[in-house]
């Protein structure tokens, strides 16, 4: 059987471990199906959690449940004894102990050299825990003033052990995500709310499987195929300094362009697994209605490659972690009353990268994000500064902030993808830093080039 892995593991590129991880990914889907027959809302949980166990033993051994089992039991902990703060223990508690296996295992050079462990699903796995913690705890809030996402998402009662296993671990979902809510969770378990029987016919899921299906193969195809053409090793040989400028900005917009391939790959299969389980569904639109499975989507590919603004990419880019990042950390930073700034995108963005792991290339790319971001928000503010009656100028900087969104954010992907700060600040001084100049530049402009304020009725549309 070892034989036949190493064998299969060479013909398609990859290392043994990683295949074994594949593999068990790729089962997710038919394990997902199969809870759609377990009946009853306790044998559903059981196999939840059971499914998810099996999964991560053979994917990644025994050691891995060992460490899903701390951050699940810190946030339990919690929950039962500290519920006025269980929200703000969790998050620095799962928070340090991801980071101690980032720093343990060293992940990030894992990644790079073909191997796999298990700190990835423990990243999905964090978010999950804290955010059952913070729901929680703001169970104890009261309705009036807290936001729309809040009011949804809180907890007034403590999941039972079985109902936080469940949800932590379901049918493989910690391996690549999507992050949901235990309150959807719960609600899809017990067929209440979307998932309720009474309320209508249910969605089919099969179509909407077999399109992430044939997407992750395209997908796979595609990173195949230009990883070939464009390596990451390239940018340590001596021919990519023989290179011109435009020669190697080129190389790096393709690099980022290829990397992302795998990202949406894997992204496809896990919407996959979720469709097929009827998690993913989020509702019905149009007429007559279609089913939507938005709760699965963690990325719009056409909608990341043409963004006409950096400031979509979020909305567009590992969707649901963006969405958690929002609720959990962006909107709880900003003061009652007043307007979010750089500020609480700055540390969003560090959130983010801490997540990520301790690597220079990280950190560098999620400060080179905030800027990026701020940066589009300048041109964006001109564009609706300028009168509707000199509509050329007006698309002239609509295209301006696309090929600033595509320049700057294939110039940062160069640090999250090498990692090591050599690495990352030769890519970047490689092509004179033009992907932190730029945006730096627009934001100092913004001090000193002010559009007019658009009308008060457009402004509160906007709002």
């Known amino acids: 059987m070892g034989l036949e892995m190493g064998e299969m593991a060479a013909a398609i ?17 038919p394990v997902s199906f199969a809870w759609r027959f377990v009946p009853g809302r306790i044998p559903r949980h059981v196999y939840s959690a059971a499914t998810g166990v099996v999964l991560s033993y053979l994917s990644f051994g025994a050691s891995s449940n060992l460490h899903f089992i701390v951050p699940m039991s810190i946030g339990y902990l919690f ?39 298990a700190t990835g699903a423990l990243m999905v796995l964090t978010l999950k825990v804290i955010s059952c913690a913070i729901n929680y705890n703001d169970g104890l809030l009261k309705e009036e003033g807290l936001r729309e996402a809040q009011k949804k998402y809180r907890l007034i009662q403590c999941p039972s052990i079985i109902e936080y296993v469940g949800y932590c ?12 809510e235990m309150k959807d969770y719960l609600d899809w378990t017990e067929e209440k709310g979307l998932w309720s029987r009474s309320g209508g016919p249910s969605p089919s899921p099969y179509g909407a499987t077999l ?49 992302r391939w795998k990202y949406y790959f894997i992204w496809s299969i896990s919407e996959s697994s979720i469709i097929i389980s009827g998690l993913g569904f989020s509702g019905w639109s149009g007429s007559p209605p279609k089913a939507q499975w938005d709760r699965a989507k963690n990325v719009d ?22 969405t958690w990042l929002r ?48 940066g589009s928000r300048v041109i964006y503010r001109w564009q609706q500064g300028i009168p509707e009656k000199m509509g050329l100028f007006k698309n002239l900087l609509s295209l301006m902030n696309f090929f600033y969104t595509i320049l700057v954010l294939n110039y940062s992907c160069i640090g999250f993808q090498v990692l090591s700060l050599n690495e990352t600040l030769g890519s970047y001084k490689s092509v004179y830093y033009v992907g932190t100049v730029i945006p730096v530049v627009l934001i100092l402009l913004s001090y000193i080039i002010k559009p007019a304020r658009p009308s008060k009725l457009k402004a509160r549309k906007e709002q």
Not at 301 to 322: K, M
Not at 328 to 336: A, D, P, Q, S, W
Request: hydrophobic share 50%; charged share 10%; proline share 4%.
């Open 79 to 117: 929950m039962i004894a500290f519920r006025r703060h269980c929200g703000l223990l969790t998050f620095f508690a799962a928070f340090g102990y991801l980071i101690g296996c980032h720093v343990y295992y060293m992940s990030g050079d894992a990644w790079k050299e073909g191997g796999i462990d």
């Open 301 to 322: 590919i056409l909608g990341v490659e043409l963004a006409t603004s950096s400031v979509q990419l979020p909305a567009v880019w590992n969707i649901q972690v963006s």
């Open 13 to 29: 590129g990859v290392s043994v471990p990683v295949l074994r991880f594949l593999m068990c990914f790729l089962a997710t889907i």
């Open 327 to 374: 609720y959990y950390v962006y909107e709880r930073l900003i003061t009652k009353g007043k307007k979010p700034g750089f500020l609480q995108l700055l540390a969003t963005q560090t959130v983010s990268a801490v997540w990520h792991g301790l690597y220079p290339g990280y950190m560098i790319f999620f400060v080179q994000s905030a800027l990026m971001i701020a």
């Open 169 to 180: 671990l379901c049918c493989g979902s910690h391996f690549a995500g999507p992050v949901y």
């Open 211 to 259: 399109r992430a299906i044939v997407q992750a193969g395209i997908c796979m195809g595609m990173y195949l195929y230009l990883g070939a053409l464009y390596p990451l090793s390239r940018f340590n040989e001596p021919i990519y300094q023989e290179w011109g400028f435009w020669h190697r900005l080129w190389y790096q917009y393709m690099s980022g362009f290829t990397a």
